[in-house]
């Protein structure tokens, strides 16, 4: 195969290096400046030097060959991307791409009930195990930030645990937690009743549904 350079930068990878999360899409695109123009097929793309497939259902080649998508991107996905074409000596600079494990908060409990007096705890769970290590933890009612004092409102385990003890009826209401790890940012909710209001409205409701009856 005969090519003509006409750009010493004959193949220029014009895609940064790239910080996604798990589950994110990745982009790269090639300006290619020999001539003719190789077929789509000649194009090459390669991570970490292993030529990858053009078209499945996670790697997927343009037409042109000038344009590399990576679906629903994972740790594995992680390494250097270039492209080549195939017979020459041509191959382009390197974009790397880092991937970051994607960030999940969820509330152990939805709805918490609990009666005026007694002890509550609040609970959520983070994925990856890493970020009960290294997160930042900030409990919040009714959007206002809570300050744990240690006796009555106290956090622990990483601050992903929030016992609330001789619950009294301002309690009630929406908490969120609000998790910061490796730069990003989710909450999870959960809201706290108090059972005799829960067992109030149920027993009104069984009342309304027996006086229907004919």
Not at 23 to 32: K, N
Request: net charge negative.
């Amino acid at each position: 195969m005969y090519l003509e350079v006409v750009d010493p930068s004959s193949l220029l990878l014009t895609t940064p290096d790239l910080t996604l999360y798990e589950g994110d899409s990745a982009a790269f695109q090639v300006q290619i400046s020999v001539r003719p123009d190789p077929l789509p097929r000649d194009v090459i793309w390669q991570r970490d030097g292993i030529t990858l497939p053009s078209h499945t259902a996670k790697y997927h080649v343009s037409r042109d060959g000038r344009r590399l998508t990576v679906q629903g991107i994972t740790l594995s996905d992680e390494g250097e991307y270039r492209c080549k074409i195939a017979d020459t000596v041509f191959i382009s600079d390197s974009s790397t791409l880092t991937v970051k494990r994607q960030l999940i908060v969820r509330a152990r409990r939805t709805t918490v009930y609990t009666d005026l007096g007694e002890s509550v705890v609040l609970r959520i769970d983070l994925s990856p195990a890493e970020a009960y290590q290294g997160s930042r933890v900030l409990w919040y009612r009714e959007h206002d930030i809570l300050t744990p004092d240690g006796t009555r409102v106290v956090s622990s385990e990483g601050d992903t645990v929030l016992t609330i003890n001789q619950v009294v009826r301002g309690d009630m209401g929406l908490y969120q937690a609000a998790v910061t790890f490796d730069g990003v940012t989710r909450s999870a909710e959960i809201i706290l009743r108090l059972y005799s209001e829960w067992r109030l409205v149920y027993w009104c409701q069984q009342f309304t549904v027996c006086c229907s009856k004919p």
